[in-house]
C-alpha cells in the first residue's frame, strides 16, 4: 500500500528545533528524489529541502539554508528534517513529497506552528 506519513511536527518556541520524520512505503524508496515542502496560510507550497538518490546530494531553499538539514535511511524507508533556531515565518504545513521521472507522491502534510 502506497503511504507517506508525516510525523513530528507541533507547537515551538522561537529558536527552538523540530525533527520531522516521513515514513513511506509502496514503492521503491531507494530510487526516488525525496523533498520537503511546506505552505503557509494564504501562500503557496514552497520547497525547502531536497535529497537525490542515489547521491544523497541535498540542496535547501534560501530561507532555511544553515537551520536545516535533510537526510534519509533507505533500509527504513524514511526521510528526516531536521529544523533549527525556528522563526515564526517558518510556521506551515510540511509535507513529504517523493518523485522518480513523471511519478510524484505527496504525504498528507504535518503542522509546523512557531510561536511564544
Known amino acids: 500500500q502506497l503511504q507517506l506519513v508525516e510525523s513530528g511536527g507541533g507547537l515551538v518556541q522561537p529558536g527552538g528545533s523540530l525533527r520531522l520524520s516521513c515514513r513511506t512505503s509502496g514503492f521503491t524508496f531507494s530510487r526516488y528524489d525525496v523533498s520537503w515542502y511546506r505552505q503557509a496560510p494564504g501562500k503557496a507550497r514552497e520547497l525547502v529541502a531536497i535529497i537525490s538518490a542515489p547521491s544523497g546530494n541535498t540542496d535547501y531553499a534560501d530561507a532555511v539554508k544553515g537551520r536545516a538539514t535533510i537526510s534519509r535511511d533507505n533500509d527504513s524507508n524514511t526521510v528526516y528534517l531536521q529544523m533549527n533556531s525556528l522563526k515564526f515565518e517558518d510556521t506551515a504545513v510540511y509535507y513529504c513529497?517523493?518523485?522518480?521521472?513523471?511519478?510524484?507522491?505527496w504525504g498528507q502534510g504535518t503542522q509546523v506552528t512557531v510561536s511564544s
Open positions: 513529497n517523493a518523485q522518480w521521472l513523471a511519478i510524484t507522491y
